[in-house]
């Protein structure tokens, strides 16, 4: 393997015809590129997309109430009814992993029609009502002050939490906010703290301009007694929403007196399940990274194959002279190998080089002009690269193995007769 | 040194076989330098690429240093062609992209010897045939008859027990082809055995026996009075 002479040898015969030495290795070099890229490119796009789910509880559903469409005990078909307070404890009870459960209100807020002041500033911006849990349920932070709290909620302190675009909505720059008040449809509230998007580099700045207040004031301040809007809820980690979906629905089904053949009667949206609808899409464009890149490299593979057996084509009688001085037919099988080998490692090695420098500059790119949307970060891993070079030295043998073969089969002595 | 017993060997042309060595019975002593004669299809070249175990006889007995030639793979082969002989070409076959020092020093490559040893032998070898000088020189940049004392360098450099030359003089003028006869007449007084294949009768003639061959068979054996090829370099 690190015997002197051997690589004199096979940087001699690649060295003898440079220009065909470099052709050949550019479809290696062409392949492990594209591959390269290939990959990076579908990590950006998922990184991008991926980012807008980052902090929130994807193992998640949405459920809200309709109209029912079938008659059920003595009630008619067409009601419009509401979920109750006490059905969020129903579900807690019946439903086990459950991590967490948040009935929710919002305002309508009509757009145009400003429902917020401070002062003489005023913004039209959505209003909930909600229990502290919802910010592990959304992708938030506690920016500023502090969040709700269950005393907010058992006390029904009129108390909000405003997000971060609010804040540079309507107030100086350097205005203290907390202990101000805002007037949100006549009723004061005080601010108690802001929060910011943890995935806001993109362009999600609606998402900081929400307002939240506890569950309890909200009924309270708007009238809502003890209906919910509608509701999200969490399964513990290592259980599926999905499986868990169809217990939540019958348990409100019966609570709310909804016939159990209705389906349309609640609505609900899995979160869970989209989101394993975009992963298996990535696994898919990954796929197809790979087999792309991998049939490109085989072209270029075969690229090595064929010039490796028009060497030894040119080589045979040189081949013939080195078998009549009595070199083992098992050394020039190792030499061609390893000229293959060699050729196909330093021409992939090179496109993984460029490759990475692409990457880099395209990262480089992408911080200077500022967030693009759902594209961020491309970047193969180490393990990609580890493969790469596992499968380049693979696919040398393989190019190398028929020429080795053929070289081997030449006899001497035909090998001499060529002149 | 070498035995040969009723060898037989014919070449498949299509439907048709051409039996071109038609029962061979020859031996060689050892320190012998012979002559092996005939015209183009006389079998010479085919009983020389027996000999030097490139091609395998069809029947017949072949003892070389009292070792049974026979049924050989190609592994072995390339062993006992290693060790036991040295071929000099007549388009001297030197690898063209190495140095003379090197094509000399190759057989002792595939003796795994080491670099070293190799490269002073191949040296003293050179130096032996009057081209030390010359050592880091392409064939490209030697003349002929230079290009053949380095083949027959490089034949002897493994110290074979016996050297086969295959027309060693028939690409060359006749100024050189007597200084290549006077290094072969040179090595086989220091005792090796050498056989010469060749169609010119004064070649043969600075040999000490002709062997001639006709249509596949031996038709004349005799000791001839060696002419030295000194006397015209």
Redesign the interface.
Known sequence: MFN??RWKEIL??LT?NWFRTVLTAFGVFWGILILIILLAAGKGLENGIKQDFSGVATNTMFMWTQSTTMAYQGLPEGRNFNFKLEDVDLIKRNVPNLRIVSPRNALRSQSGVDNVFYGTESGSYRVFGDYPEIIFQNSMYTAHGRFLNHNDIAKKRKVIVIGDGIRKDLYEEGEEVLGTYLKIQGVNFMVVGTYKEKSSNGGNQNAERQIYVPFTAFSQAFNRADNVGWMAITAKDGNSISNLKEDVINTVKQSRKVHPDDERAIGFFDLYEEYNKIESLFTAMRWIAIIVGTLVLISGVIGISNIMLIVVKERT??I????????????IKKQILMESIFLTIISGMFGIICGTLFIYGVNTLLDSVGPVDMFLNPSVSVGVVTAALITLILSGLLAGFIPAQSA?KV???DA?RT? | MIEIKDLHKSYKMGSNSLHVLKGINFSVEEGELVAIMGSSGSGKSTLLNILGMLDGADSGEYNLDNVPIKDLNETKAAQYRNKFLGFVFQSFNLINYKSAVENVALPLYYQKVNRKVRQEKALKYLEQVGLREWATHLPSELSGGQKQRVAIARAMAAEPKVLLADEPTGALDSKTSYEVMDLIQKINDAGNTILVVTHEEDIAHMCKRIVHLKDGVIVEDKKIEQVRAEQYV
């Open positions: 002197k002479d001699e015969v003898s009688k040189e013939g002279i080195r078998r009549a001085l009595g070199e083992d037919p098992w050394s081997i006899r001497p002595i001499l002149e």
